[in-house]
């Protein structure tokens, strides 16, 4: 440590963000490099979505920053609110059709601040603190493990087959360590004593997990990295307002206060570039060795509706005694298709919001700033993480696609439709499970058997089973719909027709599949009995309807 040099391996200009090239090479490029260049890119490529994500919002923290209250050309927006409105929709408008970013513009404002991007600094590295290896209240050291997505352990818990050894599991590049610093900083565990509920002990905020870890992240993907960040610039708030400017993390003087509780930001600058925990990368060799933290900047989750890049739920929670809107995560083994009402929909009763992403979408199409045959695709991203959040169980992603149009207030009968056919699809789906349960009890198969509840686990496989099925039909099908030329009652009577069918199969398939003592029987009904209620209720869309959520209980004879 002592024979190395003092600032070393600056972000602006050394390649370390992994790209997707247009002929789809994978590619390390610079921060500078990155806004040249970004039409010749397909999208980011780093060693995980969720990093991906990390870095995609330390892009647009660098947008908010370098267009923050200003014009191309760099002169001030009026102070007027209407007049920087338009100024704001005219600045994103210019951009997007001129198919690339205003280099000299980002560069010149970059340039000013090129000595806060150094990897490896005496007073400031990037995003990081010095120092906090003279100190004795900090986290590590720990091995590079630790903040390395691919590898995701603890100091006392190694993955039994890493996707790394030797030399590759101890150490990083710089460049790696550049992008695991991202995201551990947003997806860090917790490392606070939690109780069983899975809350921090004391109620403290700055124990818990980083804020992207907190989020049901979702972020708009366009054909070229240039259109994902323009569509993921965000300009106006939830009120159509302008975001406040306020400054990055690299603006900002070195904050060394730990477990710092702040207001929500008002700033997309601020709030992109958040340093959930203050970090020390260590190096030997020209490599990245080992990390040391301590919690940073944290603010309460409720209504913190100046993070776009989250699906929204309104309720309590146990100990609350008014209701707030709260980050929605998604779940690992739901399909994003599922949860489209949560994306697109506000719900008749309020009690959801869509991403500001979507919202942002929303308004452009409104606006016609967006060409009307764009196809829209957005991903999820994230982190799922054990009960007591102290280490990570799962990494996930995945998307979704449909016509922009969709998204035009002219049409906004589609999404009802859409949402109402999902709502029948889950239906057939219950019906299958059902037909599943059943099966079993017929076959003398009693719940709790051994403490095994094998009705319940045939239903939840069958489940499973039938949106498998489903995934990649209704996906074809959703990103099929054209609103401006398709006859809405013909592409729903088509979505019936295949769910309804790929349903049945798999009714059918269990059947195939039933011992034969379950035919006859041996509870109040037989296989044959269940299978039969099962094909009058999946008949048409009448009986599935008549049939009811409410009414799924014990008092259903196909459940009896």
């Known amino acids: ?48 979505p969720a990093q991906d994500t990390a870095v995609l919002r330390l892009l647009l923290g660098v947008l908010h920053a370098a267009f923050g209250g200003k014009d191309i050309g760099g002169r001030p927006l009026s102070n007027d609110p209407d007049e920087r409105h338009e100024d704001l929709l005219a600045l994103w408008k210019q951009i997007w059709h001129s198919g690339a970013f205003p280099y000299a513009q980002i560069e010149n404002y970059l340039i000013e601040f090129e000595d806060r991007f150094y990897l490896f600094h005496e007073n400031h590295p990037f995003f990081q603190i010095p120092g906090l290896d003279k100190r004795d209240d900090v986290f590590g050291p720990f091995s590079v493990a630790k903040i390395n997505g691919e590898l995701a352990e603890s100091k006392n818990k190694a993955r039994l087959f890493p996707q790394r050894a030797g030399e590759e599991k101890n150490s990083l590049s710089y460049a790696e360590a550049a992008r695991s610093l991202l995201y551990f900083n947003g997806f860090a565990e917790t490392f606070g004593k939690l109780d069983t509920k899975g809350k921090t002990s004391k109620s403290d905020l700055s124990l818990g997990v980083g804020w992207l870890g907190k989020l049901g992240l979702i972020s708009a993907v366009g054909a070229s990295l240039f259109q994902t960040l323009m569509l993921n610039f965000v300009l106006l708030d939830i009120n159509e307002v302008p975001w406040d400017i306020g400054q990055p993390v690299w603006e900002k003087p070195v904050n060394y206060t730990e477990r710092n509780i702040i207001p929500m930001p008002r700033s997309q600058a601020e709030l992109l570039t958040l340093q959930s925990r203050r970090v020390q990368l260590e190096r030997a060799n020209g490599r990245v060795v080992s990390v040391r933290f301590i919690s940073g900047d944290v603010f309460p989750q409720e209504d913190a509706l100046a993070e776009t890049m989250t699906t929204w739920r309104y309720g309590k929670q146990q100990g609350d005694r008014t209701e707030h809107y709260r980050p929605k995560p998604f779940h690992p083994s739901v399909q994003l298709w599922r949860d489209f009402a949560s994306l697109v929909s506000q719900g008749e009763d309020g ?80 019906e299958v499970g059902a037909l599943a349960q059943n099966i079993v009890k017929a076959a003398g198969l009693r719940d709790g058997t051994k403490g095994r509840d094998h009705g319940a686990f045939a239903r939840d496989e069958a489940r499973s089973t039938a949106y498998y099925w489903l995934d990649p039909q209704f996906r074809l099908w959703l990103e099929s719909i054209d609103p401006d030329k398709d006859n809405m009652d013909d592409m729903f009577d088509e979505w019936w027709e295949t769910s309804q069918s790929t349903i049945r199969a798999l009714g059918k398939e269990l059947m195939h599949q039933c011992p034969p003592r379950a035919l006859i029987g041996r509870s109040e009904q037989s296989a044959a009995d269940a299978y039969n209620w099962f094909r009058y209720y999946t008949h048409n869309r009448e009986t599935l309807n008549r049939r009811g959520v409410k ?10």
């Not at 957005?378 to 969709?406: C, E, N, P, R, W």
Request: glycine residues 6%.
């Open 1 to 48: 440590m002592a024979n190395e040099v003092k600032k070393e391996f600056n972000l602006l200009i050394e390649p370390w963000i992994a790209v997707r090239t247009q002929e789809g090479t994978r590619e390390e490029v610079s921060i500078l490099d990155v806004f040249k260049f970004a039409s010749q890119y397909q999208s980011l490529a780093g060693e995980l």
């Open 551 to 560: 009414k799924r209980g014990k008092s259903s004879k196909s459940d009896s």
């Open 351 to 430: 009690r959801q919001l869509k991403p500001g992403v979507v919202r942002w979408t929303q308004y452009l199409v409104n606006q016609e700033m967006l060409p009307p045959d764009t196809h829209f695709r957005f991903q999820t991203s994230g982190i799922s993480y054990d009960k007591m959040k102290s280490s990570i169980s799962d990494v996930f992603s995945d998307s979704i696609a449909f016509h922009a149009s969709l998204l035009s207030a002219l049409h906004q009968g589609w999404i009802t439709r859409i949402i109402t056919g999902l709502e029948q699809t889950e239906k057939l789906v219950w």
